[in-house]
């Protein structure tokens, strides 16, 4: 067979270009946020110290965590409405349950990561969709937040405090926890075969049942995992705020979207970009310290995010095609 002919065969194309289209989205995204990371040196050297790193990714560990999360659900083909307001709800529990009765506080901690795995069954069982299912679950959320902590404060476990405030003069302790984060949960969902499911209940539910799995099993382990993360995003944040604060992270689900979306991840499944859906946490994160440098008007920052984001997603768009 000869050269020209091996050249034109389908799979001899179809394979490279379709492995880089894969990797193309978290790589934009990977530069992006290196980009911002410059400018925010040259506003501020001191961001490049371990000190200055420390600061500013400590504040990033809820948000890479939710978004994670998100993209447990969002692989198996959902939409997590719900995400930002559970991790309010589990900072609302560690500032009181599990910082006045820690075996309470573990037992509330399991009971609601239960709880959204039940919430997975429940949206498999009677066929709702995630959207309206979650937004519901939302509110239940916030109810029962307001209710253990019905105004921020509270007080963190020293224990968890001092997890978060863990420093090494060599290198930024925040930072190996978003690796560790992001490399775990790439590992599930890449290596481990419920994470292999997961994926395939997003892009091929037919084709999963074929093979004698249970959708319910599946999507209740998509939102078990959720769930998971979703408890160490809300640790993370009540550790980082010293209490808790069931509005603190209101803005979480959206954001945690767009991560996912910017990472490479789809709103119909079938992918799990764990490292790219770090690299779009970070940029966001990045993004309000790079406004904050800048000194502009908060309520200008949302703005200035979604200008962002759509010059993004274009651009991931037209190289998606150009490689296409």
């Known amino acids: 067979?000869?050269?020209?002919?091996?050249?034109?065969?389908?799979?001899?194309?179809?394979?490279?270009?379709?492995?880089?289209?894969?990797?193309?989205?978290?790589?934009?995204?990977?530069?992006?946020?290196?980009?911002?990371?410059?400018?925010?040196?040259?506003?501020?050297?001191?961001?490049?110290?371990?000190?200055?790193?420390?600061?500013?990714?400590?504040?990033?560990?809820?948000l890479v965590f939710a978004s994670l999360a998100q993209m447990l659900v969002m692989s198996a083909g959902d939409i997590d409405l719900g995400i930002?307001?559970?991790?309010?709800?589990?900072?609302?529990?560690?500032?009181?349950?599990?910082?006045?009765?820690?075996?309470?506080?573990?037992?509330m901690l399991l009971g609601f990561v239960l709880a959204y795995g039940l919430l997975g069954v429940l949206i498999e069982w009677r066929k709702v969709?995630?959207?309206?299912?979650?937004?519901?679950?939302?509110?239940?959320?916030?109810?029962?937040g307001l209710f253990l902590l019905p105004r921020p404060g509270g007080a963190a476990p020293d224990l968890l405090r001092k997890i978060v405030s863990l420093r090494l003069s060599w290198f930024p302790v925040p930072l190996l926890i978003i690796i560790l984060g992001g490399l775990g949960t790439w590992f599930f969902m890449q290596r481990m075969q419920t994470g292999a499911k997961i994926r395939a209940l997003g892009s091929n539910k037919v084709a999963l049942r074929r093979w004698g799995n249970s959708g319910f099993k599946i999507r209740g382990y998509a939102y078990l995992g959720a769930g998971v993360l979703g408890v160490l995003a809300g640790l993370f944040l009540a550790g980082e705020i010293g209490?808790?604060?069931?509005?603190?992270?209101?803005?979480?689900?959206?954001?945690s979207v767009a991560a996912v979306i910017l990472g490479g991840?789809?709103?119909?499944?079938?992918?799990?970009?764990?490292?790219?859906?770090?690299?779009g946490a970070v940029t966001f994160g990045l993004l309000t310290v790079l406004l904050s440098f800048m000194s502009l008007s908060s309520t200008l920052q949302p703005a200035i995010q979604g200008g962002?984001?759509?010059?993004?997603?274009?651009?991931?768009l037209i190289v998606e095609k150009v490689i296409k």
């Open 243 to 255: 209490g808790g604060d069931v509005m603190a992270s209101a803005d979480y689900t959206l954001i």
């Open 265 to 279: 991840g789809t709103f119909y499944g079938g992918r799990a970009p764990a490292w790219g859906t770090v690299f």
């Open 1 to 62: 067979m000869t050269t020209d002919a091996i050249e034109t065969r389908p799979d001899a194309k179809r394979l490279p270009r379709g492995s880089l289209k894969r990797l193309t989205p978290g790589g934009i995204t990977a530069l992006a946020m290196l980009a911002i990371f410059g400018v925010c040196i040259s506003l501020q050297p001191q961001v490049m110290s371990v000190n200055g790193l420390n600061l500013i990714l400590s504040s990033m560990l809820p």
């Open 129 to 144: 969709p995630s959207l309206i299912a979650t937004l519901g679950a939302s509110f239940v959320w916030i109810g029962l």
């Open 84 to 107: 930002g307001a559970f991790v309010g709800l589990i900072s609302a529990v560690s500032a009181t349950a599990l910082s006045n009765n820690g075996f309470l506080g573990l037992l």
């Open 308 to 316: 962002i984001v759509i010059l993004a997603l274009a651009g991931r």
